[in-house]
């Protein structure tokens, strides 16, 4: 049998009892005559200790400093887990992610992976024992410092292991029991996903689903890696993102996999901008080079009385003083007239494969909102993706009655633990 | 200028407000001139903490785990720091054992120093920046394993890099402003030393003064490396020690540097041993297999009668176990009596380099024992120290009657905070 990389979040292994009941499940793996390669997260809340602790000393912490405090977190939980296998009289090695070979570049904070160079994991394995590698860190190629890779990243560093060691299937355990229709806190109704493709994954990541983490269903996309989200709180199986849900199986694609939903975004107007060739690009440019991450973009038809148009993007919302004050330095050079800044939006998407073979899917969505009673302020749309702009207030009952018109509601309610997905 | 390397202790370093004071005391040492090279210990109770965590999770960590994980600790201090210097507007770079090149021999828990390849440190220095180093952890040579020194060894960490980048003085702060000639909690009178050669240092630190860590000073004498203890708490000149103390001053050297004491061991005697050749040699060989560490020894007169003999010898109060068990192992094979366990002793020694030109010394202590009421159990002496092992009880007492005999009293008592040394 193969290589299984597993992934336990921060809610997993939060204290000696989490501990120790993950390591019983990575025994029970070994045990079952596979190959295994763990990728932890730090316990709990230390991440956000550490934070604080680092907020205590200064309000602006040298990102290389940040880094090397942060990654003290993974370091703990890993030796911790070690030891608890050790204990349950198996072979452990923890391994930090420069000694797992996790290769980045030096953008401290939110480095990416470039290479991974897994050597010490190989020759543990060939050794019986089984790998821990901390999850979220790595080391940069050109200065040798230790990096971390983002908020949420741990999930990326299994995937990109599995990977390059060529594992059969890399597990994401946290405390939910998988990838869900919808948010089950929104709508209690609301199915697990018995399998979904890498594609629709990487959608609902991308539109607020916060179950998977962007860039590691990126990753198993590229490099064909079934993920299997499960719970560490129980042996039920999960959801399984794969290249082709259909595949081996005799149902049909589902045409909607289901219905995300998104708080994190504000939305910036920039209003009276003269409608000529340029004036857009400019304004991205200063935006680009703020390092301010842009989502949808709408251009309003001009005005032809005035030649003047009105152009409106959503951001997160922590980027919002960053682009205020990069929209603000250039708006002589553009000559706009004013901006409006509003961040009582959120993001309602309907994300399905089956939209591309299945007209009238967006009819229905609007439809739906409208019934609703919910007013669109924005669209968006990719080949198998349909997202909304929407008053922040009308979040929750746009998800749910767009859960409801696309025949998504479980039969009865299935008992979920939904909370943090424990990065 | 040269390089001033400077070692802070965890009670200097216990909270953001110690960190930031540390801090303010580097970058002035920075600002007059010099190269500044730290090394940092973890956090107030930091490394308790993290073994309590290991405790929680197994009875029997595995070493190479251990280490890992106590490693966190200096991790999270010496980043902290980093920051706090940015904060003051000077660049700081943190660097873990590994990346400041300690190389170590791969014995976890306790691993040796084997060589110092400082090529990082040299390279931020070189940039301007002030170098924090992770004190009490390096990596080992054979097996690119996190190794970490043993207790209290970040003061062997400062003294080694200074070796190693040919500082002109190494600094170790703590809470205590220096060396005193006793224990003030136990002699209030006791005066603190304003110079104190290696060589009596040394044999303070193995006699039970806490405040230097015995490799620390053994690596300074080898190496020729000044060290200045003094506190992190205040600017008074601390306590220097150094190859010759009278060494441009014109002061004489004193007769007695000070009064050490030792409450952490115990004394076994092996009772009934045939007075033949070879058998002290198989008791101390078991003894040295279990790796403990054997400090006095004396051998009874055998009595005519029974040509028979008593051998006595006290060792770490940690290793009786382990040493009881090594020595029943053999009780057949050297024909002993039994075996005695006494942890109600305490070691009292009389340290000074003018013991070797002035006679009556070894009298004069005796007698000021004998005056106290105190019993000598044991006796044993080196070229500069004496050392009496008496009952646990007496120990305040026999430390008080030698202070005094000897005139080492202050005419007032001064003002000093003993704790913990805070490594």
């Given at each position: ?126 050794d019986g024992s089984i790998a821990i590698v901390a999850g979220f860190q790595g080391v940069s190629q050109d200065t040798k ?279």
């Amino acid at each position: 049998m193969g290589i299984v990389v597993q992934k336990y979040g921060g809610s997993s292994v939060a204290d000696a009892t989490g501990i120790k009941r993950v390591a019983q499940r990575i025994v029970n793996t070994k045990r079952a005559g596979h190959d295994v390669v763990v990728v932890v997260s730090a316990m709990g809340d230390t991440t956000d200790e550490l934070r604080d602790l680092a907020e205590q000393v200064t309000p602006l912490p040298p990102p290389r400093e940040l880094d090397m405090l942060l990654t003290a977190g993974e370091r703990i939980s890993m030796a911790l887990l070690a030891m608890a296998i050790a204990q349950l009289g198996h072979q452990a090695r923890s391994f930090t992610g420069s000694q797992a070979g996790v290769i980045t570049d030096s953008a401290h904070g939110r480095a990416k992976i470039i290479d991974i160079t897994p050597g010490r994991i190989v020759k543990a394995l060939e050794d019986g024992s089984i790998a821990i590698v901390a999850g979220f860190q790595g080391v940069s190629q050109d200065t040798k410092d230790i990096t971390t890779l983002g908020r949420g990243a741990s999930d990326t560093t299994a995937v990109a292991l599995a990977a390059a060691l060529g594992a059969e299937v890399c597990e994401i355990y946290s405390d939910v029991d998988g990838v869900f229709t919808a948010d089950p806190r929104i709508v209690p109704t609301a199915r697990k996903l018995d399998r979904v493709s890498h594609e629709e994954m990487l959608e609902m990541a991308a539109s607020g689903a916060k179950i998977l983490h962007l860039r590691c269903v990126e990753y198993a996309r590229r490099y064909g890696i079934p993920v299997h989200v499960r719970s560490s709180f129980s042996t039920k199986e999960g959801t399984w993102v794969v290249a082709d849900p259909t595949e081996g199986t005799d149902m049909e694609q589902a045409i909607i996999a289901g219905v995300a939903h998104d708080r994190s975004e504000a939305k910036i107007t920039v209003v009276g901008v003269p409608d000529k060739v340029g004036e857009a690009a400019r304004i991205f440019e200063a935006l680009a080079a703020g390092e301010v991450n842009i989502d949808m973009v709408v251009q309003n038809i001009s005005a032809a009385a005035t030649g003047l148009t009105d152009i409106s993007f959503t951001l997160p919302r922590e980027d919002g003083q960053t682009a205020m004050g990069a929209l603000a330095r250039i708006q002589d050079e553009v000559g706009y007239d004013k901006l409006l800044y509003d961040d009582q939006i959120g993001k309602v998407s309907l994300i399905g494969a089956g939209m591309r073979s299945h007209p009238g899917i967006t009819a229905r969505f609007f439809a739906a909102l409208a019934s609703a009673g919910v007013n669109i302020e924005m669209i968006s749309t990719s080949e198998i993706r349909i997202s909304v702009i929407v008053d922040e207030a009308q979040v929750d009952s746009a998800v749910q009655a767009t859960h409801s018109a696309f025949d998504l509601d479980a039969d009865e309610v299935e008992a979920v633990v939904y909370g943090g997905t424990g990065r």
